[in-house]
C-alpha cells in the first residue's frame, strides 16, 4: 500500500472512533474528544480528494461538504431528536447546495421543498406530540454502538478508496463514456435544464410517474387507514405496580391524555424495567 | 364377413368395451341393469370366437394342400410396444447352429400381436362360452348385491384378460395377461371384502401366485437372454432378414434350432412353476381351495374352468421347449400326478361342497398335468381336450352347487342338508350329469377325455423315455379316477338324497332357483353329457389341434407318427370299471349302510388316515410353520431393525440441524436493529471478501 | 476539461458515501424510532447525490429522475412511516425500537437494557403562557433570553 492510502485508513479509523465517542451511550464521556478526533478525520479525506478546479469552486464545494456532513454528524449525534431533526433540515440544505453546484437546480429545488420543507416539518410535529423535551431514556443509549460505528465507518472508508483509486487513474473506458462539455452544455447543463428534465420525465418516464402516482395515493390512504384502524382501547384497568409492561401502559395512558409524557414517570419506567 | 384378423381383435374387445362401460356407467346410470354390457360384450365376444373356430378350420384344411408349413398359424400385429434396439449382447450365430438368415438382431422388441392357431380358437370358444354362461348365471345369482355393477365390471374385465392371455403371441404379453387374470382372480375372490376370510384368501391367492408369477418371470428372462427374443412369431424386417421367434415356423421347421440342455430345463421348470402357481398344482395348490370364498360363479369361472387352465395352456404352447429339455415332460408329469391323486384323497373327507369341487378341481388340473406330462402329441391334445371337457361339467358343477347354496340360504356345508331331490329337481338332474362326467362314467364327456390321458401313459409306459415312471403314473391316475368316482358321487348322494334335511338359514327359501340360473344349468349339462362322445368318435379335437404350430412340432421331428390317439380297449374297460366302482362303493355306503361310515371313519381315524385327508395333509399348518413364521419373524426383526437401528440413525441425523437450530434460535431476538446490523456486517465480509 | 469532470465526480461520491454511511450507522444505533427513520432518509440523501453526480458525469438526464423518484417514494414512506410511529407511540407510550421485538423466538426472554443513563435532572422553567388579549404582556427577564426547552 501506498502513502495515500494509509492516509485513508487513518482516516476511516479515526471517523470510527469519532462516531463511537459521538454517538450516545450509557456513559457518554469524550464526545469532546470525538468532535477533534472527527474533524482530523474529515480532514485528512479532504487532503487526499482531488480539487475540482478554480479556488473558488473548491472553496464553495468545500463549505457545502462540510456543512452536509457536519450536519449529518449531528443528526445522529444529538440527544435530543428535535435537534436532530433540525440538524437534518441543516444536511438538506447543503445537499441542496450541492445539487446546485452540479447543475441540478430543480433537484435542489425539490428537496429543500419536499424534504425540508414536508416532511421535515411532519416529523417536528410528531416529534413535539410524543416527546418534546429530549429525555427519553433511549436517546441516551445505543444499541452496538462501537460495532456498528467501525462497520458504517468500514463501508465509507472502502467506498472511498475504491472511488478515488479508481476515478483517479481511470480507465479508458471510463474516460471514453464521460460526456463533452459540449455535450453537457446542450445535455444537463443545458439553457433550460429543468424544461429538459420536464420532458423526460412526462416523456420518456410517463408510465413510472403514473405509478408514482398511484403510490403516493396508495401511501394517503394507508397512513389514513394505519390512524383510522390502528387505534387500541385503553386497559380496562389499572395494571399493578412493579410490572414493566404495566409501567409502558401507565406512561401510554398519560400519553393518550394528550398531556406531555411527565419525565419522571417515563424515568421511574427505565427504572422498573432495570 | 368376418376376417380373422377383425375376429381376433374383436373377442378381446367386446369384453374390454363392456368393463369400461360397466365401470363408467355402473353405479350411477346402470345401476340393476349392470349385466347388459357384460352378458352382451361376452356373448357377441363368444360368437366372434365361434366364427373364428370355423375360420380357422377352414384355413387349416386349406393349409393342408400348401406347401410345407408347420401347422397352421395367422399373427396378426397390431403394434410395437417396445423396442429397445441392440439391447441383447448376443453374438451372432449362437445358440447352436443358426442358419444364414437368423441374423444377430437383438432388438427388445416387445410387439402386441395376437394369433390365431388352433390352440388359441379352443380355447378362445371354450373361455368365452363358460363365461357366457356363467354372466348370464349371475343375473340370478348376484341379484341385489350391492356390488352387482362392480362384478360384471369384473367378470367382463377377466374375459378381456383371458382372451388376451390366450390369443398374445409374446412372452411378455403372456406375463403381462397372466398377472391380469391374477388380478381379477383377487378381486373377485375378495369381492365380498367386508368378509374377513374372503379378504383373507384372496390375500392368499395373490401372493401364493406371487411364487409362481416369480418362476414365470424368471423363465421369461431366461428365454430372453438365451433366444434374443420374447416373440412367438417370426419378424420379417424390412431388410428381408428374418429374426427368429420362440416358437416361429422357421425354428419349429427344422430340428436342432432349440437350446437343449441345462438351460432348456432350467426355463422348463421355471415356466412350469409359473404353471403350477396358476394352476393349483403342488405344492402351489393351497390357494384354491380357499378362493371359494368368493362368490360361487366366480369359483365356476376362474377357479374351475378358465383362469385355472392358463397353466395348462401355457404349458402346450411351450410344448416344444419342453421336448427340448427332455426331462421336463417327466416333472409335469410327476407333478400331475401326485397332486391329482393327493387332491382327491383330501376331496373324500371335505364336508364342504364348494371345497369338494376345489379339490376335484386341483385333482383333475393334476390329469391334464398328467396328460401334457406324457409328452406325445396324443397326450398333449388329450389334456387340452381333458381341459375342454372339464371346463364344462366343472362349471356345470359349480354352478349346480352355487344353486344348491343360493337355495340354502348361504349354507354350503353338505352334513347340513340332504334329500334336496325334489324341491331342486333341475339342480339335481343336471348335477348328477355334472357328477358323471366327472366320475367318468363311461359316455359321458369326462369319460373320453380321461381315458385319452390314460391312454396316453399308458403307451408311454410302454415304449417311452422312463417306462416304470409313467406305468407309476399310470396307476395312481386310476387310483385318482377311482377316489373322484367315489367322493364325487359322496357329495352328490349327501345333497340330493336320504332324508330330507334343510338348515333353518334357508327359511322358505328353499326352492329352485330362478331360469337365469338353471338354464345355464342345462346348456353345460347337454353339452357334459355329449361333448366328449362327439369329439372322440370323430377325432376331430386332436387332430384340428394337432395343426397348432407349438404341437405339430414334436410329431415333425420325432420317430412317432401323427396319427389319431388310439383307442386302447383294456386301458377304456379298466377306467370304466373303476369308475363305476367307486359310485357303486359310494352308493353303498351313504345309501344302503349309512351306519358302516361311521365304523370305517373311526376305523381309519384309529390309524390317522382321516385325520391326515380331512386335515388337507397338513400342508396348510406346514407352509405356516416353515414358511409363514420364519418370514413373519424376519419381517419383525427388520421391523425392528428399521425401527430401531435405521431410524435410530436417522433422527441423529435429524438430530444435528435441530441442534444447530436450537443454537441460531437464540439468534432471532426480534430486534430489528440487530437484524440490520447483521445484514451490514454480512454486506461488509462481502466487500471485503471481492476486495481481496 | 475531463479531470475537472473526474474530480466533480470523485468528490460527489465520496461526499454520498459519507452521507450513506453516517445514516448508516444513525440507523443502526440510535433507538429513536424517528431518528432511525430520519437515518434512512439521510442514507437515501447520500444516493441521490451520487446519483445526481453521475448523471452529470454521463450527461443523461436519468440520474436527476431517479432521485425525483426517491423523494417522491420517501415522501409515501414518510407517510406510512409516521402512521406506524404514531400507532406505536400511542401503544407503548415511548419510541424505543427496543420494545418492539414480539416476533422473537419464544424460548427467548424478552430484551431488558441492563444499564440505564444517567438523565440529567429536569430544570422546569416556566411554560409560555399566553396574554388575553388587549393587555401588553409581561414577560419575565429569564422567559426573554433562555429557554431551557424548546
Partial sequence: MNHPQWILVAATLLGAVAMWLLLPRVRDRGWPLGIVLGAIGLGLLASQMPRIGHWTTDSVFLVLAAVTVVAAVATVTFRNPVYSAIWFGLSLLGTAGLFLVQGAAFLAVATVIVYAGAILVTFLFLLMLADPQGRAYYDRIGWETSLSAFAGAVIVGILSMTTISVLTNPSDQLAAAAATDQQRAEGVLGEYPIAGLGSALFGTHLIAVEVAGALLLAALVGAAAIVAHGRVKPPPEIPEKGDPAAARQTGQEAAGDGEPASPTRTHAAAEHRR | ?692 | MIEHELNLLTNFLVVGALLFGIGLIGFLTRRNMIIMFLSAEMMLQGVSVSLVAWGRYFNDLDGQILVIFIIAVAACEAALALALILMLFQRRGNLDIALWHDLRESNLPPYVDHELPEIPPYQSGPWPTLTPAGRRPDLPQQETDYRSHV
Fill in chain 2, 1 to 692: 364377413m368376418f376376417s380373422i384378423p377383425t375376429l381376433l381383435v374383436l373377442v378381446p374387445a367386446l369384453p374390454l368395451a363392456a368393463t369400461l362401460a360397466t365401470a363408467a356407467l355402473g353405479k350411477k346410470v346402470l345401476r340393476e341393469q349392470s349385466h347388459w354390457p357384460a352378458v352382451a360384450g361376452i356373448g357377441l365376444s363368444f360368437l366372434a370366437a365361434l366364427l373364428l373356430l370355423f375360420q380357422v378350420r377352414a384355413a387349416v384344411a386349406q393349409a393342408d394342400a400348401g406347401p410345407v408349413r408347420i401347422g397352421y398359424e395367422e399373427v396378426v400385429r397390431l403394434w410395437t410396444w417396445a423396442n429397445v434396439e441392440g439391447a441383447g449382447g448376443m453374438e451372432p450365430g449362437s445358440p447352436g447352429p443358426s442358419p444364414p438368415r437368423q441374423i444377430a438382431l437383438m432388438d427388445f422388441a416387445v410387439e402386441v400381436a395376437l394369433r390365431a392357431d388352433p390352440l388359441t380358437a379352443v380355447m378362445l370358444v371354450t373361455v368365452t362360452f363358460v363365461s357366457f354362461l356363467v354372466a348370464v348365471y349371475s343375473i340370478g345369482y348376484m341379484h341385489e348385491d350391492p356390488g352387482y355393477w362392480r362384478f360384471f365390471a369384473y367378470i367382463a374385465l377377466f374375459v378381456f384378460s383371458m382372451t388376451m392371455l390366450v390369443s398374445v403371441s409374446n412372452f411378455l404379453m403372456l406375463y403381462i395377461f397372466w398377472e391380469a387374470v391374477g388380478l381379477c382372480s383377487y378381486l373377485l375372490i375378495g369381492f365380498w371384502y367386508q368378509k374377513p376370510e374372503a379378504a383373507a384368501a384372496g390375500k392368499k391367492a395373490f401372493l401364493v401366485n406371487r411364487i409362481g408369477d416369480f418362476g414365470f418371470a424368471l423363465g421369461v428372462f431366461l428365454i430372453w437372454t438365451t433366444y434374443g427374443t420374447l416373440n412367438f412369431h417370426d419378424t420379417i424386417h424390412d431388410t428381408g432378414l428374418t429374426t427368429m421367434g420362440v416358437l416361429g415356423q422357421s425354428r419349429l421347421a427344422e430340428p436342432g434350432l432349440f437350446v437343449a440342455g441345462g438351460i432348456a430345463t432350467a426355463i422348463c421348470l421355471l415356466l412350469l412353476l409359473g404353471a403350477c402357481g396358476k394352476s393349483a398344482q403342488f405344492p402351489l395348490h393351497v390357494w384354491l381351495p380357499d378362493a371359494m370364498e368368493g362368490p360361487t360363479p366366480v369359483s365356476a369361472l376362474i377357479h374351475a374352468a378358465t383362469m385355472v387352465t392358463a397353466g395348462i395352456y401355457m404349458i402346450a404352447r411351450c410344448a416344444p421347449l419342453f421336448h427340448a429339455s427332455g426331462d421336463a415332460f417327466q416333472a409335469v408329469a410327476l407333478i400331475g400326478g401326485f397332486t391329482a391323486l393327493l387332491a382327491s384323497a383330501i376331496a373324500v373327507t371335505q364336508t364342504d361342497l364348494k371345497r369338494i369341487l376345489a379339490y376335484s378341481t386341483i385333482s383333475q388340473l393334476g390329469y391334464m398335468f398328467l396328460g401334457l406330462g406324457a409328452g406325445t402329441l396324443p397326450g398333449i391334445t388329450a389334456g387340452m381336450f381333458h381341459l375342454f371337457t372339464h371346463a364344462f361339467f366343472k362349471a356345470l358343477l359349480f354352478l349346480g352347487a352355487g344353486s344348491v347354496m343360493h337355495a340354502m340360504g348361504g349354507v354350503i356345508d353338505i352334513r347340513r342338508f340332504g334329500g334336496l331331490r325334489h324341491r331342486m329337481p333341475t339342480t339335481h338332474w343336471t348335477f348328477l350329469i355334472g357328477c358323471l362326467a366327472l366320475a367318468a362314467f363311461p359316455g359321458f364327456s369326462g369319460f373320453f377325455s380321461k381315458d385319452e390321458i390314460l391312454v396316453a401313459l399308458h403307451e408311454n409306459s410302454l415304449d417311452g423315455p422312463s417306462p416304470a415312471l409313467y406305468h407309476i403314473l399310470y396307476l395312481a391316475a386310476s387310483a385318482t379316477a377311482f377316489l373322484t368316482a367315489f367322493y364325487t358321487f359322496r357329495a352328490f348322494i349327501l345333497t340330493f338324497y336320504g332324508p330330507e334335511r334343510i338348515p333353518h338359514e334357508a327359511g322358505d327359501h328353499a326352492h329352485e332357483s330362478p331360469n337365469s340360473m338353471t338354464l345355464p344349468l342345462v346348456i353345460l349339462a347337454i353339452f357334459s353329457a355329449f361333448v366328449g362322445a362327439w369329439f372322440f368318435f370323430t377325432h376331430g379335437f386332436s387332430e384340428f389341434l394337432a395343426h397348432t404350430p407349438s404341437l405339430a412340432y414334436p410329431a415333425m421331428h420325432t420317430e412317432e407318427a401323427a396319427h389319431a390317439p388310439s383307442v386302447h380297449a383294456g386301458v377304456m374297460v379298466a377306467s370304466a370299471l373303476v369308475a363305476v366302482a367307486g359310485i357303486g362303493l359310494a352308493w353303498l355306503l351313504y345309501l344302503r349302510w349309512p351306519k358302516t361310515v361311521d365304523r370305517l371313519t373311526a376305523a381309519m381315524d384309529a390309524v390317522g388316515l382321516y385325520r391326515l385327508s380331512f386335515g388337507k395333509f397338513y400342508i396348510d399348518q406346514a407352509y405356516h410353520v416353515l414358511v409363514v413364521r420364519p418370514l413373519a419373524g424376519l419381517a419383525w426383526a427388520s421391523y425392528w431393525f428399521d425401527r430401531y437401528v435405521v431410524d435410530g440413525l436417522v433422527d441423529l441425523i435429524g438430530l444435528a440441524p435441530r441442534g444447530a437450530g436450537a443454537v441460531l434460535r437464540s439468534l432471532q431476538s426480534g430486534m430489528v436493529q440487530f437484524y440490520a446490523l447483521a445484514m451490514v456486517l454480512g454486506v461488509l465480509v462481502l466487500i471485503v471478501a471481492l476486495l481481496v
